[in-house]
């Protein structure tokens, strides 16, 4: 009998911690559940951040699998497409004249960050299908589609008025989920890169946004959000440019 080969415990960290980041969707749902709405929204900001470390980890151990690549997936999807529907619906519509509606906007996001990773799996394995492009994702990534999706519920916890538009938080919700499907260029800070000369400034945003995240957790993600729809028309006029081939100035006219 042919024994199986043996894995080194390198090759299995980061599935490990693709399991915690779904164990930390898991507990979101929980906590959302009890009521503990803030508790909630800090599990799924772990998640996020687990769901980057894992493939940091992955590439720096070598260890890359066909099996942590389908778990990775599975997991986006419940920690970046059910669990921010289920807190969106239990936080705002649930028990409702609205939850219909707001079970209607909650639905439409889990199908399209479905469809979104479904795309991811098919440029994985096909050069056809692509989710990025000059260092731009196409579409809105998964974490992302989280966050921004639940921004209504960043702005109930900071105390804002929003249930006079259940109407509209759900057409905000939609929208969203139509960004992730969509083939418009979003940017991407791993690929982003800035000047020597600059680092010292870097290093002192980070730390001022770590630290706003800290004592002002909701307003900071508002902005931030903010900022990130708001850098679309600039990401797709980028991405416009380079995509319209240059007129020659100099180009033969019969006049």
Not at 46 to 53: C, K, T
Not at 141 to 168: K, N, Q, R, T
Not at 192 to 212: D, E, N, P, Y
């Amino acid at each position: 009998m042919t024994e199986s080969p043996r894995l080194k415990l390198r090759h299995i960290v980061p599935s490990v911690v693709t399991v915690f980041a779904i164990c930390a969707g898991m507990t979101s749902i929980r906590m959302s559940l009890d009521g503990r709405i803030e508790a909630a929204l800090y599990f799924i900001l772990i998640a996020v951040f687990l769901d980057a470390a894992d493939g940091k980890l992955a590439r720096f151990l070598d260890s890359a699998s066909p099996f942590g690549a389908e778990l990775d997936t599975l997991a986006d999807f419940f920690n970046f497409g059910i669990v921010p529907g289920i807190l969106l619906y239990n936080t705002l519509y649930i028990g409702t004249v609205h939850a219909n509606l707001g079970f209607l906007a909650c639905l439409v996001l889990a199908v399209c960050c479905a469809l979104r990773l479904a795309r991811f799996n098919l440029s994985v394995k096909s050069a056809e299908v692509t989710l990025k492009k000059d260092n731009h994702f196409v579409g809105v990534p998964a974490p992302a589609l989280a966050c921004l999706a639940l921004m209504p519920v960043f702005i109930h916890l900071y105390g804002w008025p929003d249930s006079e538009f259940p109407f509209m938080r759900a057409a905000y919700i939609i929208g969203v989920g139509f960004l992730a499907i969509s083939t418009i260029p979003t940017i991407s800070i791993k690929h982003a890169s800035i000047k020597r000369s600059h680092l010292s400034f870097a290093l002192v945003g980070v730390v001022a946004l770590v630290v706003c995240l800290m004592v002002y957790p909701w307003p900071t993600l508002i902005v931030a959000n903010c900022l990130y729809l708001a850098s679309l028309p600039y990401s797709y006029l980028t991405q416009e440019k380079k995509c319209t081939p240059a007129q020659d100035d100099h180009a033969y006219s019969p006049d």
